[in-house]
């Protein structure tokens, strides 16, 4: 049994970095457009025009119930068949319609835990149902939600390692290729584990102060 070489990992940390950085990249941007098609597809969900809600749940059912790899194959090597797409848009596209569908359910339950009377209080008030939905229903669901959805993007983090097998040089490739060039893989997979837990550690850490300030917990 060979010893393990540590020195491995730090002679190619700046390479795992830059995956890192890359990972940063492509989560934030997936993250807002996930939330973009969330809430949107949310505030659908619950509209009593069966035009709007059925289209809304389709997409919700149909994508919660597609894999993200065949997703991210299917826009890359489908679609990309047709329209020339860059890997970094296909997998932004890819994790942000996948996002989207499990934050439209958080966000529909959200807003159907708020009681009626919140809602027929501020229509009695003079408001519109926007006005009610944007000043009234929406900041107290946002705060019920916000658990859920920061767990959502946790696994958007996680599940961005995926994107590496339509060649995004995200830090799961660049492991694999630090890998292969020195055949060190328990290093590797170790260090890259750990740059994994801290993103999603520093960020559990963060909506926790944001629970905190919104008092969302004791």
Not at 82 to 105: D, H, K, R, T, Y
């Amino acid at each position: 049994m060979s010893e393990l070489d540590w020195g491995v990992a730090i002679d190619y940390l700046d390479v795992l970095l830059y995956g890192v950085l890359l990972t940063l990249r492509l989560s934030a941007i997936s993250t807002v457009v996930g939330l973009a098609i969330g809430i949107t597809v949310g505030l659908c969900r619950i509209s009593k025009n069966p035009l709007i809600a059925i289209p809304a749940a389709v997409y919700v059912e149909v994508v919660r119930g597609i894999p993200l790899l065949v997703l991210l194959f299917y826009i890359y090597f489908g679609i990309g068949y047709f329209v020339n797409m860059p890997p970094f848009i296909a997998a932004v596209s890819g994790l942000g319609i996948f996002s989207g569908a499990f934050v439209a359910e958080i966000v529909r339950s959200g807003i159907e835990s708020i009681s009626r009377g919140q809602m027929e209080a501020a229509r009695s008030t003079g408001m519109t149902y926007l006005q009610a939905m944007r000043f009234v229903i929406l900041p107290q669901a946002f705060r019920r939600i916000l658990p859920p959805l920061a767990g959502q993007f946790i696994s958007l983090i996680k599940d961005s390692s995926l994107v590496s097998v339509i060649s995004v040089v995200d830090l799961t490739l660049q492991a694999r290729n630090v890998i292969i060039a020195t055949f060190r893989s328990f290093e590797i997979w170790t260090v890259t584990a750990l740059l994994y837990f801290s993103l999603t550690f520093t960020l559990s850490r963060a909506v926790r102060y944001l629970e905190r300030r919104f008092k969302i917990v004791d």
